[in-house]
């Protein structure tokens, strides 16, 4: 007679229980980049009826800004925090902390999961290849393609990322608000780009939309590798590595 399987290995066996999470959030991620970004990217290719509306806002907008200097001050400095060179600072930072907490598998995801989000972000912007906002005299200006906007898209990914890896080490009843507050950082940074005059609105809709996919499918396939060495699934707010709370802490 075949012995029984002890319970932690039936659970590591049972598909249901080792997949269904991450193929949820792949699911989630597949959602966000085929329904909102397709059809933003096909009003930008096909210049249709979203791309006058992207004008007049983005001419609204700077008009409104251009009015206050002391607000054009502050739309310089949040948008200087979901810049590539502090999001690149920041993420070493973090990485280097991880690494000597001895969690490697940290450091890796969050590595790959900027970098790679980055890669694809370029990628896209090549690919349709849009003009920023031309307008009369600017408050500011920008390099590059306009669609998606990096910083929605790199903000949303690295703050993203931080918040999952250091979730743990956050007591239960300040892990909602840390959401929210990373949730609130990442709106306002894309609005000060739509205000700076640099990006239109599905710029920004856009990155928001392809950060988020790309958040949830690293997310899942950390997940993956994370349970097939053995270790329970998670829940988001439980952070990335639960076990890692200790080591995490300050």
Do not use: C
């Not at 690494?99 to 999961?113: D, I, M, P, S």
């Amino acid at each position: 007679m075949r012995a029984a399987l002890p319970d932690p290995v039936l659970r590591r066996l049972d598909p249901e229980n080792r997949y269904g999470l991450r193929l949820t959030l792949l699911a989630v991620a597949l959602v966000l980049v085929a329904v909102p970004f397709g059809i933003l990217v096909d009003q930008v290719v096909r210049r249709g009826p979203l791309v006058r509306v992207d004008t007049a806002a983005a001419n609204d907008l700077h008009d409104w800004a251009r009015g206050s200097p002391a607000a054009v001050r502050i739309l310089e400095a949040i948008s200087f925090v979901g810049s590539p060179p502090w999001l690149t600072v920041i993420v070493v930072v973090a990485v280097v902390y991880v690494l000597r907490r001895h969690r490697v598998r940290l450091a890796v995801f969050l590595v790959a999961t900027t970098l790679t989000g980055g890669l694809i972000d370029t990628a896209v912007k090549i690919a349709v290849d849009r003009d920023r906002p031309s307008l009369d005299a600017p408050v500011a200006t920008a390099h590059g393609q306009s669609f998606p906007s990096g910083h929605a898209m790199s903000s949303t990914i690295a703050y993203g990322a931080l918040l999952l890896v250091l979730m743990p080490a956050l007591a239960p009843k300040a892990r909602r608000p840390a959401v929210a507050g990373v949730v609130v950082l990442v709106l306002a940074i894309g609005f000060s780009r739509l205000a700076l005059g640099v990006h239109y609105v599905s710029d920004v809709i856009g990155g928001y939309a392809l950060g988020l996919a790309w958040l949830a499918a690293s997310t899942a396939a950390f997940s993956v590798w994370r349970v097939e060495r053995g270790r329970r699934p998670v829940e988001p707010l439980e952070g990335l590595e639960p076990e890692a709370a200790a080591d995490l802490e300050p």
